[in-house]
């Protein structure tokens, strides 16, 4: 009830279709490291300096989506 004594009307949790919602595709190292050709300790090296972008799962788990991927490669990023 509000103050005035007038009940409060009870919204719908809203939604969204399935079709709206996107789910981004994530890959392990050894996945990102056979699709640029490197090898997989280039792959998380470049992940810890923070070059490549990365979610960490836990303590051990490291996951790059495709994304940031893309996005790394149009920047064009050298390789030291």
Known sequence: KRGDGKMLEEKEPTVE???????????????????????????????????????????????FSESDLVRFLKQGREIE
């Not at 996107?22 to 056979?34: H, L, Q, S, W």
């Not at 490197?38 to 972008?53: I, Y």
């Open 17 to 63: 279709p399935q079709s709206s919602i996107r789910m981004e595709k994530y890959m392990t190292a050894d996945e990102v490291a056979e699709r640029l050709s490197l090898a997989k300790r280039t792959v998380l090296d470049l992940a810890l300096s923070g070059a490549l972008p990365c979610i960490r799962i836990g303590k051990k788990v490291i996951r």
